[in-house]
């Protein structure tokens, strides 16, 4: 290969290429003709020497030499994005973007760090995507994102993971269920009602699955629903029982009760996970410190701050 027939435009164009898929969708998003895209991929193809992309299923995929130039391609723009970032925070203060991917129960927790953070760094650009467990590891696994949050994380070598927050799982009843006045109640005296779950993969119905398994018990009904408002708003109606973090209920929830349930509740942790192989922005540095600076005052507890101190370092912050 002659790098010197590779260019910052090739590059730009082949990494929007694999991203999307498609070379009509590449060319709409660069605004350029898909002729010019097809072109450029030509021209790179025949400056590295390899095929670089293959069709599977209607999508443009990278072979393994593509999978290779791709990261270096993200590796190579994401430099140049960080110094536009380092320009700009000379010329105006600090300054910079950086983008979270968060489970959808992650949206109840993440904004009591975020609004803190927006307020001493307000010229910084954070985008939030949000979306299910399986659609974040989606995003994990093509690097969307700068950083990513879940309460069960990828077990991947390249992921790295600090937890910040603590997440306990809890038993959610209507207000008047019968047993919502009983000082202990064993899971197996609820087996017989239904229960409101999440879709198959979400991290709350892995664990409640994982924690039944261990207890050698088994679900009786349940009805999947589409999110956890849906199940809250259920669970009022007396439609069943559910099993969700305590985070997801409000301060006030007169119309649900938490069942006093053996063993309950199941501990997780929400964790910061970004991938060992993908360079953070300085914005996104900056945001894991200022987490890690702030939790006692934003959430809880001391000795987790103290883990994300230590991701930090593994980042050789």
Known sequence: MNVRHLTFRLLQVYATVVHSGSVSEAARQLHLTQPTVSQQLKRLGEAVGEPLLIV???RLVPTEA?????????EVLGRFDDFQDYLEALRGGERGRFSIALVNTAQYVLPRLLGPYSQAFPEVDVT????????MLTRFERQDDDLYVFSHPPSLAHALAGRFLRNP????????????HHERIAMGELLGERFLLREPGSATRMMFESWLQEH???????????????????VAAGMGLTVLSEHVLPPEHPDLVILPVTDFPIESHWQFIVRRDRRLPHAAL????FAAGHLDECVE??????????MLGRLGT
Do not use: C, W
Not at 66 to 74: H, N, T
Not at 128 to 135: A, K, M, Y
Not at 301 to 310: D, G, I, T, W
């Open 56 to 58: 599977r299923q209607g």
């Open 286 to 289: 900056g945001f894991l410190g």
């Open 169 to 180: 799982l809890v038993v959610v009843a209507p207000h008047d269920h019968p047993l919502a």
């Open 66 to 74: 593509g999978r290779e130039l791709y990261r270096a391609s993200r």
């Open 301 to 310: 507890p001391r000795f987790v701050a103290n883990e994300l101190k230590e």
């Open 216 to 234: 050698g018990l088994s679900l009786g009904p349940t009805l999947q629903m589409a999110s956890n408002e849906a199940i809250r708003v259920g």
């Open 128 to 135: 939030l995507h949000i979306g299910n467990r399986r659609q």
